[in-house]
């Protein structure tokens, strides 16, 4: 995803949260309901978290400095970082304890109606969402499965999106049942739906935090560099083998690789240094997300 579409796409979704968190504290005040009052906290946590995903791909565009000469580009996964952390305890752990409340004092939810509408018109955008992310999702994932993708992919920006959407159609979801059950079985219902709702949104938290914590430690990129560099290595005869490789992700598009190489013993120190130069281009012509390159002839691994 590139950055000028990200920033596009995360914009998008900022102005249609604001406008539903507006909408769910407006049924909140008028119903009553904890449930809606744990959905609004929940839609202005995800628009604080899109002003942070945007802070995100600003920092990691900065190219290398002295300071930091493989660039920023994992700013953008400290920032998914704490848009985990605020889903966890900015809307999970707040509903969670709004509905404790709400279960041993329950209220009476007053305007079903316009709770309903609320909840439908939202459940349809949040919908609409979701449903680009696995677009998204399935035009890269190939032999994947959806959550085998979101677990070895990159992508952050894509796994805190789809992971907010999909917390928001599932909390939208137990909202509109639970105050349906609130109205017609027993008050208590609201509260037990807004701890419901607290629990999926604690659960994609944990999800998002432990994937992006992974990308912060510094993952292996995808296995598509290797047989990039293999078959780089394999352009030259001269180059006997691939002895050892590190790759590491950066940032989104940005790769560090670190290769040993065994080069023909027989040829003099000027054309090895040709040989890697143009193993080097190879790479880059067929990885360009390889931004730095940090190759060494030797004799063994």
Not at 108 to 116: D, G, K, Q
Not at 196 to 221: D, Q
Request: glycine share 8%; aromatic share 6%; net charge negative.
């Amino acid at each position: 995803m590139s950055e000028g579409h990200s920033t596009k796409v995360v914009l998008t979704s900022l102005a249609a949260n604001l406008a539903i968190a507006v909408a769910k504290t407006g049924a909140a005040v008028f119903t009553h309901s904890g449930s809606m009052l744990a959905e609004a906290i929940h839609t202005f946590a995800d628009c604080l978290n899109q002003i942070l995903l945007l802070i995100g791909i600003r920092q990691s565009s900065v190219g290398p400095s002295d300071r930091h000469p493989l660039g920023t580009g994992r700013a953008s996964y400290f920032w998914s970082f704490i848009v985990a952390l605020m889903l966890f305890f900015g809307g999970g752990v707040f509903s969670i304890g709004e509905g404790i409340e709400k279960v041993i004092t329950p209220e009476p939810v007053h305007h079903i109606s316009l709770a309903m509408v609320i909840l439908g018109f939202s459940l349809v955008l949040e919908a609409l969402s979701l449903r680009q992310c696995i677009q998204a999702i399935n035009a890269k994932r190939g032999a994947l499965g959806i959550l085998a993708y979101l677990d070895v992919t990159k992508d952050a920006e894509l796994v805190v999106c789809t992971g907010e959407n999909f917390a928001a159609v599932v909390g939208l979801a137990v909202a509109f049942a639970s105050m349906t059950l609130a109205v017609y079985v027993n008050p208590r219902f609201d509260g037990v739906g807004s701890i419901l709702v607290g629990v999926v949104l604690v659960g994609v938290a944990w999800f998002l935090a432990r994937k992006v914590k992974s990308l912060l430690l510094g993952e292996r990129a995808d296995p598509e560099v290797d047989a990039a560099v293999h078959e780089a290595a394999s352009g030259d005869p001269r180059i006997r083998a691939v002895l050892r490789m590190i790759t590491v992700q950066q940032g989104p598009g940005e790769v560090m690789l670190a290769v040993k190489l065994r080069v023909d013993d027989a040829i003099p120190c000027a054309e090895v240094v040709a040989v890697i130069n143009g193993f080097e281009q190879r790479v880059r012509a067929k990885m360009p997300d390889v931004k730095w390159q940090f190759v060494e002839p030797d004799v063994e691994a």
